[in-house]
């Protein structure tokens, strides 16, 4: 595994706690900014500036997983706080909800595929 794929994922993983705890700290303000998990996941990853596509689409999973697993741990439903109740219940999560995860996680992948280095064209 090279150097900048050890960044990357180091990166990422830094990303999502710092998102995490943000998500956390400002839930605590009334602001509900469930995007940050999963942008700071992808800003975290693009530090490692790897070439492998596959780095961008295992941090845009990643940051899709968080966004829910965040929403799961700060506002679980009421009936039941279990995480198998959660998952068997998505569809029941706000359209706003959805919204952010759902951008959380293509800024997880976008950020990092952006960052990636471009091969130079042949001359």
Known sequence: ?????IIALLGAALGGVLGYQAFVWILKYGFYAMIL???LLGLGASFGRCRLLAIPILC???ALA??????????P???DKSLSYFLSHLQDLTPVTWIMVLAGGFL????PFRARPVPKPHS
């Open 77 to 79: 439903f009421n009936a």
């Open 1 to 5: 595994m090279g150097k900048s794929v």
């Open 108 to 111: 997880g992948f976008w950020i």
């Open 37 to 39: 998990p999963g942008v």
């Open 66 to 75: 968080l966004g829910l697993f965040t929403e799961w741990r700060t506002r």
């Open 60 to 62: 845009g999973l990643a």
